[in-house]
């Protein structure tokens, strides 16, 4: 990918801790996200995609510091020079607040049903010091028409709204405080198919405008194949494979990817029959499966794969690299 990164993560972990007894003892930790090495690179979409429970929500929520990391470094880079946001308190992270935002999965719950539109908009607004009624008002109006609704709806109330147009003032919500890079946590999942094909298309359309970085958190890898630039998959907490869109449609490598892909329907009958059905759900991140977290739902698992922990290792994939986690996979570029 070219470009330079806006954030770049290093080793980030974010383990929770579990408390039993009247005590309240930390007896076992749940490794939501377990070591994960990832760029972000300014003006792309990068998808993180899994099942549920895989850690993608829990990352993106560290990379914006919702959750903080319990290990590792985010970095953010902007033209100011680098700043390290894992060590940041709160006033130190104001300023990145605004850079840093997130539309959620649920318009319904993410916006508060007592307030207008206006009321919700109006928020982050007032906290990044746009002091006049009368500004916040224009900037709310403004917004709302840049996603497509008519300026109005600002004196409504959430109900008042169809999902796909919730979803709209949820992107605005977003929108309002200028950011460079969103993440979009199953931003579109909750729509009918068609709306959702409209709320990609404004999230697209916004991005070429606003020269926007995104990342796309989702458990669908048919949205993310026309969407993302690169896309990484993760599995318990780990990302075990990562590349450019096309390439992981048309190279697959780890056999997680394989199954996740294989699932996608089609109305292809011939690729139906291949389908991999995987057996069981993901394993508890509390206590996850020795050597490849993989291995009791891989089809091709071997002793190795029981013992060692495969690294990520970089691949040729054309003219770039394809990153993957397998024991299987023949002649990484290097060790
Ligand atoms: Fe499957 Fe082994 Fe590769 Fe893990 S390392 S994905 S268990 S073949």
């Given at each position: 990918?070219a470009?330079?990164?806006i954030?770049?993560?290093?080793?980030v972990?974010?383990?929770f801790?579990?408390r039993?007894g009247?005590?309240?003892r930390?007896?076992?930790?749940?490794?939501?996200?377990?070591?994960?090495?990832l760029?972000?690179?300014?003006g792309?979409?990068?998808?993180?995609?899994?099942?549920?429970?895989?850690?993608?929500?829990?990352l993106?929520?560290?990379i914006?510091?919702?959750?903080?990391?319990?290990?590792?470094?985010?970095?953010?880079s902007?033209?100011?020079?680098e700043?390290?946001?894992t060590?940041q308190?709160e006033?130190?992270?104001?300023a990145?607040r605004?850079?840093l935002q997130?539309?959620?999965?649920?318009?319904?719950?993410?916006?508060?049903?007592?307030f207008t539109?206006?009321g919700s908009?109006?928020?982050?607004?007032?906290?990044?010091g746009?002091?006049?009624?009368a500004?916040?008002?224009k900037i709310v109006?403004d917004?709302l028409?840049a996603?497509?609704m008519?300026?109005?709806?600002m004196?409504?109330?959430p109900?008042?709204?169809?999902g796909?147009?919730r979803?709209?003032i949820g992107i605005?919500?977003a929108l309002s405080?200028?950011?460079e890079?969103?993440?979009?946590?199953?931003?579109v999942s909750?729509?009918d198919?068609?709306?959702q094909a409209?709320?990609?298309?404004?999230?697209?359309?916004?991005?070429?405008?606003?020269?926007l970085?995104y990342?796309f958190?989702?458990?669908d890898?048919?949205?993310?194949?026309y969407?993302?630039?690169?896309i990484?998959v993760?599995?318990l907490g780990?990302?075990?494979?990562?590349?450019?869109?096309?390439?992981?449609?048309s190279?697959?490598?780890?056999p997680?990817t394989?199954?996740?892909?294989?699932?996608?329907p089609v109305a292809?009958?011939?690729?139906?029959s291949?389908?991999i059905v995987?057996?069981?759900?993901v394993p508890?991140?509390i206590?996850?499966?020795?050597?490849?977290p993989?291995?009791p739902?891989?089809?091709?698992?071997?002793d190795v794969?029981?013992?060692?922990?495969p690294?990520?290792?970089?691949y040729r994939?054309?003219s770039g690299?394809?990153?993957a986690?397998?024991h299987?996979i023949?002649?990484?570029?290097?060790?």
């Amino acid at each position: 990918m070219a470009g330079d990164p806006i954030l770049s993560l290093r080793n980030v972990e974010v383990h929770f801790p579990v408390r039993t007894g009247v005590l309240k003892r930390v007896t076992a930790h749940v490794r939501a996200v377990d070591g994960v090495d990832l760029d972000v690179y300014r003006g792309e979409v990068l998808g993180l995609v899994g099942e549920s429970g895989c850690g993608k929500t829990t990352l993106g929520k560290a990379i914006l510091q919702l959750v903080r990391a319990t290990q590792g470094t985010v970095t953010y880079s902007g033209e100011d020079g680098e700043t390290e946001l894992t060590t940041q308190d709160e006033a130190g992270l104001f300023a990145f607040r605004k850079r840093l935002q997130i539309v959620f999965q649920d318009p319904h719950s993410s916006l508060n049903p007592a307030f207008t539109i206006f009321g919700s908009l109006e928020d982050p607004l007032r906290h990044y010091g746009v002091k006049t009624r009368a500004k916040r008002r224009k900037i709310v109006g403004d917004l709302l028409e840049a996603v497509n609704m008519r300026r109005e709806a600002m004196d409504r109330y959430p109900h008042e709204f169809s999902g796909g147009q919730r979803q709209r003032i949820g992107i605005a919500r977003a929108l309002s405080i200028d950011p460079e890079l969103i993440v979009c946590d199953e931003a579109v999942s909750a729509l009918d198919v068609s709306i959702q094909a409209q709320v990609l298309q404004l999230l697209m359309d916004l991005k070429r405008e606003k020269n926007l970085t995104y990342v796309f958190i989702t458990h669908d890898l048919s949205v993310t194949e026309y969407l993302c630039d690169r896309i990484a998959v993760m599995y318990l907490g780990k990302v075990v494979e990562l590349c450019d869109a096309e390439e992981l449609y048309s190279n697959t490598l780890h056999p997680y990817t394989q199954a996740l892909l294989s699932a996608i329907p089609v109305a292809d009958l011939d690729r139906k029959s291949q389908r991999i059905v995987l057996q069981g759900d993901v394993p508890s991140p509390i206590n996850p499966p020795s050597g490849c977290p993989f291995h009791p739902r891989c089809r091709f698992a071997q002793d190795v794969c029981r013992s060692d922990v495969p690294r990520l290792r970089a691949y040729r994939a054309g003219s770039g690299v394809h990153m993957a986690a397998c024991h299987l996979i023949d002649q990484p570029l290097a060790d």
